[in-house]
Structure formats: structure tokens, C-alpha cells
Antibody, heavy 125, light 109 residues
Framework: QVQLVQSGAEVKKPGASVKVSCKAS????????MHWVRQAPGQGPEWMGW????????KYAQKFQGWVTMTRDTSISTAYLELTRLTSDDTAVYYC??????????????????WGQGTTVAVSS | QSALTQPASVSGSPGQSITISCTGS?????????VSWYQQEPGKAPKLMIY???NRPSGVSNRFSGSKSGNTASLTISGLQAGDEADYYC?????????FGGGTKLTVL
């Protein structure tokens, strides 16, 4: 059973950057697309984008283009989410989540079947 | 694009059936078979309950079912149990993004 284990909680000041990691167990890391989703306190999930771990291709939600970067290191089965120019509005729990969609073809959103435990990022002066 | 529209809350008694609706548009729910539903308990990550409109992942009870008609998708839970009490979110593919609904709080009376 695949598991996604994320890095620990972060506290940042406005204007800073943060990098969250998501390590996958098993040997299927490159086989499925990986999403990043965030959830602000008391709010529903918000999709941020996905990365194809096999190729490194990414797609970002429009609001995150230019200040969010998704990368991966296949040698250690780990995906990364970096956010820059943080504001208090970025205070949220950040999740990585594996899609059922296989990276051997085009992306279609089948559904996120495996989730990390979440990483809390708090932005405060 | 706007979030998908769900009722803020629904409730039912044990053993009853409830349905949660998720209304989108012809650009998302209405055009694609890629609608999924998630259950989220407080302090936990969401859990996939339905994918591809009506498919259940392995391990999800057959009391959970999904359907779609036009621009509206629905999640039905039959034989309601106390353990079903949680927040439920729908989600849909679009060509430019992935949308989530605002969430529905299910209360088991």
C-alpha cells in the first residue's frame, strides 16, 4: 500500500518562502500524477496543480502561476512544493495527493486516491 | 472558474438514505465523466469515496454511490451510520483546472 509522508509544520514570516516535501513509499512514484491541494482553516480544499513525476511536467492553477513551483526527485521518490512571497492568506494545510491517472498517457483527473498527512504552513509576522 | 455548488449541510437518521448534490456547469461536471467525491473527518486528510462519477475505490462501502445528470452530480449514502458523519466534497475535472465544491456537512441524527 502506497503511503505519502510529508515534511513537518512550518512557521514563516510574510514575504518568505517555504518548501514542502512529500515522500512516496513503494516503487510506483513515477507511475501516477501527483497533485498539491491546500486547505485554509475552515475552508474546503483548493487545487494548486499537478506534476507528472515521470517527466517533470507541471500544470498550475492560474492563481498560483509565477509564485508556486512543483518539482520532484525520482531517485528518492519525493515531490516538492515551493511557495514564495508568502502572505497570511497562504496559512493553510498543504497536501500532496496521488491521482489514479497513469503517467503513461495524457492527464485526466480520475481522483486522488492516496493523500499525505498534510503539512501546516502558518504565515505570521 | 467558480467552485462547484453543494448544500452547506444535510442530515439523516441511522438507516436512512441521503443525497448530496454538486452543481457545476457545462464546462466541468456537464462535460466530463471525471467527477469524484471525498469524505473528510476533522483533522484528517480527505478520503476518496467515488471517482469517475460512479466508481468506488477498493475498500469503500457499497452504501456509497455516485451519479450524474446534466451539470449536477450526486452522492448517495444508503443505510446511514453514525460513522458517516463528516464533511463531503465533490470535485471535477476541467480543461484548465480542477474544481472542488464548497463542502457539505453531514449530520447523523
Amino acid at each position: 500500500q502506497v503511503q505519502l509522508v510529508q515534511s513537518g509544520a512550518e512557521v514563516k514570516k510574510p514575504g518568505a518562502s517555504v518548501k514542502v516535501s512529500c515522500k512516496a513509499s513503494g516503487n510506483t512514484f513515477s507511475d501516477y500524477y501527483m497533485h498539491w491541494v491546500r486547505q485554509a482553516p475552515g475552508q474546503g480544499p483548493e487545487w494548486m496543480g499537478w506534476i507528472n513525476p515521470k517527466t517533470g511536467d507541471t500544470k498550475y492553477a492560474q492563481k498560483f502561476q509565477g509564485w508556486v513551483t512543483m518539482t520532484r526527485d525520482t531517485s528518492i521518490s519525493t515531490a516538492y512544493l515551493e511557495l514564495t512571497r508568502l502572505t497570511s492568506d497562504d496559512t493553510a494545510v498543504y497536501y500532496c495527493a496521488r491521482d489514479l491517472c497513469w503517467t503513461g498517457g495524457d492527464f485526466y483527473y480520475y481522483g486522488m486516491d492516496v493523500w499525505g498527512q498534510g503539512t501546516t504552513v502558518a504565515v505570521s509576522s | 472558474q467558480s467552485a462547484l455548488t453543494q448544500p452547506a449541510s444535510v442530515s439523516g437518521s441511522p438507516g436512512q438514505s441521503i443525497t448530496i448534490s454538486c452543481t457545476g456547469s457545462s464546462g466541468d461536471v456537464g462535460s466530463f465523466k471525471y467527477v469524484s467525491w471525498y469524505q473528510q473527518e476533522p483533522g484528517k486528510a480527505p478520503k476518496l469515496m467515488i471517482y469517475g462519477v460512479s466508481n468506488r475505490p477498493s475498500g469503500v462501502s457499497n452504501r456509497f454511490s455516485g451519479s450524474k445528470s446534466g451539470n449536477t452530480a450526486s452522492l448517495t449514502i444508503s443505510g446511514l451510520q453514525a460513522g458517516d458523519e463528516a464533511d463531503y466534497y465533490c470535485s471535477s475535472y476541467t480543461t484548465s483546472t480542477t474544481l472542488f465544491g464548497g463542502g457539505t456537512k453531514l449530520t447523523v441524527l
